[in-house]
Structure formats: structure tokens, C-alpha cells
């Protein structure tokens, strides 16, 4: 439904149109409202914002000239229609200057002033089609530039430095067709010299669809409220890791304090309804041929997060320089190493709270915080990896996902208590898997049985079964393997009746010869030495 407003000085008239308009039975007007005067249709526009205004012309203190003059700046979607006698065709043709549909000779009747309507209801419509159609022309264009920015900023990979240089630099063009036309793409949309890069990390997954049209929402809403629309542009895409990304083309008007103020309430309002805090690292200021350069600079300033919380926009800042080099000294990494061979978890998360605190911030670079990250994974793994008690796709947290020293601290120490917890649980399996494993060769021991039998048996790798069983054992399977039979033998020997060949195949051995030469090596004398012994 559209609404109209009739503003005339004269209340008799003014009232009189309302009801020709109703009368003519427009099925699309809804709401018909009436202001006297000047003064007061100025009010009554900027309160109802009426798609149609029909405006008397001549008035006092604010004439239809003056007031179309300020609501067209006001109300640009707004349609005119002016009222005028017959000598006032001056003031007509000024007013079409100003955006003035049509106009009307009184007294208009009922059906003029329907045809009217009609008319300034369909330039209406025509005009939101066209703005439609631009939207999506546009929308159209920004995503067939996110594409090919991918093409231009992850050029560097082809390692030629003629796909990093904008069209008017490049010289050589015969087989570079998709690139110049990215680059033309580019230098057609952004209008100023400046440019950065930006990297958001809401905690979304890899190419969130919600992820980047919130950021681009957020971001074009703190430019409008900012007042910064004609000297700041941006463009939000993904990356090939499906990271949210967003070029920024600054013009050399915009103050630097009020971009990054302008990017702190876009983070915020991403904040709103986000279940990780919301960052955005930015790169330095460059030019459009720097836009590689500048896409990899957001990535390094994403970087030294952990450095930087709980900063929300992350500028990428050369990092202090530290006057000696900080990392635990021998004795300390020998203490560590000591605590989680030992498993002694008191022990352990007293070393991260002492090597790591909040304030280790102020006086440690990124690379040395990754090396004691580092030193402690190795040592976990030295240990635990041995024994076989994580799984073999289980992968530890890289160290670029962490955002804060807390985060870090916390993630250590669950890392150790799991680590503790499947030790546990893996001592528990693999004392019932050897007791197991020595009650099937007790049962079976007469027959010929193989290592890789029983390893598949007690349902365990071949490999750690044999040095499981070892260090279980105090021997190895083979070994215990011929003990049983051995002791098993001793007591057949003391039975006269039983020959030593009968002996032997009972025993698991089908040839007298092996057995006599295993019995000697296991006690020292031969089954008949020992038989004699027992007379």
C-alpha cells in the first residue's frame, strides 16, 4: 500500500483533494494524511515519509519550490506533485528541476488526480525495479570480484612476478589474459589510492556463508553510521581456506583513528551473536599492486593473536625486540622431562603455570612461546607415543588455534590428564591382554603356536604385542613359550612309562632331536639326565 500526503495552506482545499483521491477508489492507496501549510507538511513528511506528495504552490512562509527543494534531499524515493493555477508556470518549470513528477491545474478532478497517482505509483515501482536490478548487478560484480581476488592475492604461489603487477605495469600480456582482466576488474571498482587487508576470525567454520555476509552486513553498517560511504569501500570474500576475509580502499581523506574506530564496531556487533570473541587482524597501508603482500600480512598480524588479546583489532606491528633470548634453561626442561615420565600431574602443570603465565606476554616473541609449546608436546609425545595409547588419526591442537595464554595453559594441562587417563586405562588392557595370552599358551602349548597367533588372538598389533609381552614378561614370547613346555616336560619325565619321543610330541615338539637339545639348553642336562635324577 502507498501513502500520500497533501500539504495546502488553505484547509478547505486541502481536505477537498483528500476526498476527490478517495473518492476515485485507489485499491493501492492506503493511508491519506493532510498538513496546512508549509511548515507543517515539512513535519508531517519527515515523520510519515509518504511515498507521494502533493504540494500546493504558492504558500506562505515555506512555499512548494523551498519545500520540495529540502525533501527530495530528505525523502529521495518520495514522488511529487505540485497544484498550480494558470499563471503559475515560473514557478512549474523551476520545480521540475527539483524532481517534480507532473503537475496539476486547479481545481483537479477526482479522475486527474487518480491518473496522477497512478503515474507517480508507477514511476515508483519502476524505480525499485531498476535499484533492484543494480543491487544485484552489483552483487554480481562484488562476487565475481571475490573470486579473482583469490587469483591476484595467492599469485605469489606461481612465483612470476608479472601476476602481481596491476595492467598498467604489466608489459609482457600474451599469456596473462585472466590476470590483466582481474587487475581491470579491480582498478575499476576501487576508486582510491589506499588499500589494507583484513582477516576476521569469528570461531565459524571454513567458508560460512553466514560468517561472511554477516561480516559484510556489519561492516557496511559501520561505514553508514560512521558517515565514511564516500571515502571507504570494501569488499568481503573468502579465502582458499575458506577464511572470512575483507579488502579495505581507503581515500586519503579518511583519518586512521576513525577506520580503526569504524572496524571496532564492526567487531562488536559481530561479537552480538558470535560464540567465540570476534578479531580482526589488519595489515599496513599500500597500494593496489601490494594486495598480495598486504593478504599476507593480515595472516602474520592473525598470527601473534595470542600475543595481542584482549585487543580486538590486531594491527600488524613490528614486534619488540627482546634483549636476550627466553627459553628454560637445561635443568628446567630436565625437570619436565623427569614430571612426565614420572606422570606426576602436580608437577607438570606447576612447570606450564611457571613458564607460561599471562605476563610472559610482555617479554616473549612468538617464536619463543611455539618453541616451549613445542618442547612440551615433544616431551608428552617422547613418552605417551611409545606405549601406543592415542589414537592414530589423533592429532594434537596446532599452536596457531590458540588465542589466548590461558587457552594454551588449559589445553596443556587436559592434554596431560588424558595423556594420564589412557595410561590407565591402557596398564588396565594390557595386563588383561597378557594374562590372556599366557592362558592360551598354557592351553595350547603342546601344538605348534606362533607369535602372530596370539597377537591376533588378544586382537593387538604383532609389533607392540612382542614388546609389550617383553616387558611384561621379563622374557620374550618365544622364551616363555618354551618354559611352559619345559616345566610341562619335567613333570611327563617322572613318568617311567612315557618314552622321551612321546614325551616330545606331547610337548609340541615333532622332531626327539629339537626337544632333547631345548630341554638342555632350558636346565642345563638332557631329558634323560634329568629322568635318571629322578630314579
Not at 517534480?100 to 483537479?108: E, G, N, R, S
Not at 600475543?307 to 580486538?312: A, I, Q
Request: charged share 25%; hydrophobic share 40%; glycine share 4%.
Amino acid at each position: 500500500m502507498y501513502s500520500v500526503l497533501i500539504i495546502d495552506d488553505e484547509e478547505l482545499i486541502g481536505d477537498g483533494v483528500k476526498a476527490k483521491l478517495e473518492r476515485a477508489g485507489l485499491p493501492v492507496v492506503g493511508k491519506i494524511n493532510v498538513a496546512y501549510g508549509g511548515l507543517q507538511g515539512l513535519k508531517a513528511a519527515e515523520e510519515i515519509k509518504p511515498h507521494i506528495i502533493i504540494t500546493d504552490m504558492r504558500m506562505p512562509e515555506v512555499d512548494g519550490i523551498q519545500l520540495i527543494r529540502q525533501l527530495s534531499q530528505q525523502l529521495p524515493l518520495t514522488k511529487f506533485i505540485m497544484l498550480s493555477g494558470h499563471d503559475d508556470y515560473s514557478y512549474v518549470r523551476d520545480a521540475f528541476k527539483y524532481g517534480v513528477l507532473d503537475y496539476l491545474l486547479k481545481p483537479a478532478s477526482s479522475a486527474e488526480l487518480a491518473g496522477q497517482v497512478q503515474a507517480a505509483i508507477a514511476a515508483i515501482e519502476a524505480d525499485s525495479r531498476q535499484a533492484l536490478a543494480l543491487e544485484r548487478t552489483q552483487q554480481d560484480k562484488q562476487t565475481l570480484l571475490a573470486a579473482r581476488l583469490n587469483l591476484l592475492l595467492n599469485a605469489a604461489a606461481e612465483k612470476d612476478e608479472r601476476l602481481l603487477q596491476p595492467s598498467s605495469l604489466v608489459t609482457d600480456t600474451h599469456d596473462l589474459p585472466d590476470m590483466l582482466e582481474s587487475w581491470h576488474m579491480l582498478e575499476c571498482f576501487f576508486v582510491h589510492p589506499s588499500f589494507a587487508v583484513g582477516l576476521f576470525s569469528m570461531g565459524e567454520a571454513a567458508f560460512s556463508t553466514r560468517a561472511l555476509a554477516r561480516t559484510d552486513a556489519c561492516l557496511n553498517q559501520s561505514i553508514r553510521a560512521s558517515g565514511y560511504t564516500a571515502q571507504l569501500q570494501t569488499l568481503a570474500f573468502h579465502d582458499t581456506q575458506g577464511k572470512v576475509y575483507a579488502v579495505f580502499n581507503l581515500a586519503e581523506t579518511l583519518p586512521l583513528d576513525a577506520f580503526n574506530a569504524l572496524l571496532r564496531e564492526t567487531v562488536e556487533q559481530l561479537s552480538l551473536d558470535s560464540s567465540d570473541k570476534p578479531v580482526v587482524s589488519v595489515s599496513k597501508i599500500g597500494g593496489l599492486k601490494d594486495l598480495p603482500q598486504l593478504y599476507r600480512q593480515a595472516q602474520l598480524a592473525m598470527s601473534y593473536r595470542i600475543l595481542r588479546e584482549p585487543d580486538t583489532v590486531l594491527y600488524l606491528n613490528e614486534p619488540p625486540k627482546r634483549q636476550d633470548e627466553w627459553l628454560p634453561a637445561r635443568k628446567d626442561i630436565d625437570e619436565l622431562r623427569q614430571s612426565v615420565e614420572t606422570l606426576q600431574l602436580e608437577r607438570i602443570h606447576l612447570w606450564i603455570d611457571r613458564w607460561l603465565p599471562d605476563s610472559l606476554v610482555e617479554r616473549i616473541s612468538l617464536e619463543q612461546l611455539e618453541a616451549v609449546f613445542d618442547l612440551l608436546m615433544t616431551g608428552i609425545h617422547r613418552h605417551f607415543n611409545s606405549r601406543l595409547i592415542f589414537e592414530e588419526n589423533e592429532q594434537a591442537q596446532a599452536f596457531t588455534s590458540f588465542h589466548t595464554l590461558h587457552d594454551l595453559r588449559q589445553y596443556l594441562k587436559g592434554y596431560v590428564y588424558t595423556a594420564k587417563q589412557l595410561v590407565s586405562e591402557s596398564t588396565s588392557l594390557e595386563g588383561a591382554v597378557i594374562g590372556d595370552a599366557m592362558s592360551y599358551v598354557r592351553q595350547h602349548f603342546y601344538r605348534e603356536i606362533q607369535l602372530a597367533e596370539v597377537a591376533n588372538r588378544v586382537s593387538m598389533n604383532y609389533s607392540y604385542f612382542s614388546k609389550l609381552f617383553k616387558e611384561r614378561m621379563g622374557l620374550t614370547f618365544t622364551a616363555y613359550l618354551t618354559k611352559i613346555r619345559m616345566e610341562e616336560a619335567q613333570k611327563l619325565l617322572k613318568d617311567p612309562a612315557l618314552r622321551i619321543h612321546e614325551i616330545s610330541e606331547k610337548v609340541g615338539y615333532s622332531n626327539p632331536y629339537h626337544f632333547s637339545r631345548a630341554f638342555k639348553n632350558h636346565c642345563g642336562i638332557s631329558p634323560k639326565e634329568f629322568r635318571n635324577t629322578m630314579q
